[in-house]
């Protein structure tokens, strides 16, 4: 913006230029850049302004990652994903389509500050994988012989060629080439064009960075299988050939904690459902109750309106007699029966008279007449 300089003289009083201050307000305007649009590219799907259409390089279904949303660093172990053995990607045929449209070729490589014939060099040293978060870029198309740009968000299953910081710098369906977001950008507060996917959630869309240092490369990257089963190694820049065994799954697979926005399912408007909110019938979700097993055993006594007013109930023992040695349950104070100890009768010390076997705890009688004493009857002898 030209600085816009007017000078005023009134009583004696110079106005100082104000076209800084246009230029502040200007700025100000644009502060955040919330009210940004943002193209979604489905996975199948060039998309506006393609360089070429390359085809067979997505991944209809593919298992998300759990760790999405925010910045996420190029190195995070499963942050993408692939097929061992298989290179979803060209890289030698874009390069070849290239050479062979200069206009496309120099437009292309203003996209990443090189000249057209540093774009073999540069291709080489990229690594093919499979995106697993929906993921913000800026995408570079071509239009009327120049490189046109726009913020997009990639849907997870797109395969992309990364750089050696873990970035994305290549579209493989079309061959557009990507750069990084604008930091600026509110992907919550942005507005969103073109057909979206089920399970997209702005709050899931996520910004892929370089790993802390400035310095750092990727050497190897941990990708996960599309079916999200096991884990293998992508040595940088190779397509494939050198991939490892698989590998147990990296400690990122967990889950968030419940809470935290994965791009699960929601309920229509972007919010994930969760147990006991409203489900469509409108009644909410609850946890089935504990059923509790029936109590084996004595049931519990009954209790009189007169037993009520005398307080609590003690329990009544009726002692029986056998012509064979029995053992009786004992009664606790719940009215459950409890098996006895099995111990061996005590022998009769001296000067003492075999008797009845007594309970233990022993427990007051109340009976509701007095009763003649019962004369105890000897022991029989158990043959064995």
Known sequence: MAEINFRISRRGVLLAPFGALLMSVGVLSGCGDAGATIARLTVGAPGPDPYTVMLGSDRQQIAPSPQRGGERSGDQPGLYGGTRKVANCDPQGMVRFLQANPDKAKAWASVHKITPSAIPAFVARLTPVLLRVDTLVTNHGFREGRAVSSPAVLQAGMGVLVDQNGTPVVKCNCGNPLTGPDRKI?????SYTGRSWPGFDARTVTKIVPPQGAKTTI?????????????????SATD????????????????????????????????????GTPTETGVPTEVPPTEVPPTTGVPAPTITQEEDRRGPIEPTVTETTTSETTSEPTVTETGTSMPP????????????????????????????????????????PVET
Do not use: I, K, M
Not at 186 to 190: E, I, V
Not at 341 to 368: I, K
């Open 219 to 235: 050497n190897v990257f941990v990708l996960v299988d599309v079916d999200g089963d096991v884990a293998f190694q992508r040595p």
């Open 341 to 380: 100890p099995e111990t061996s009768d005590p022998e009769p010390g001296p000067g003492t008279e075999p008797g009845p076997t007594s309970l233990a705890p022993s427990v007051e009688t109340r009976p509701e007449e007095p009763s003649a004493p019962v004369a105890p009857t000897p022991r029989t």
């Open 240 to 275: 494939g050939d050198a991939d490892s065994p698989p590998t147990p799954l990296p400690p990122t697979e967990t889950p968030p904690p419940t809470g935290t926005p994965t791009g699960g399912p929601t309920d229509g408007t972007g919010t994930p459902t969760t147990p």
């Open 186 to 190: 509110s992907t919550r507060n942005a």
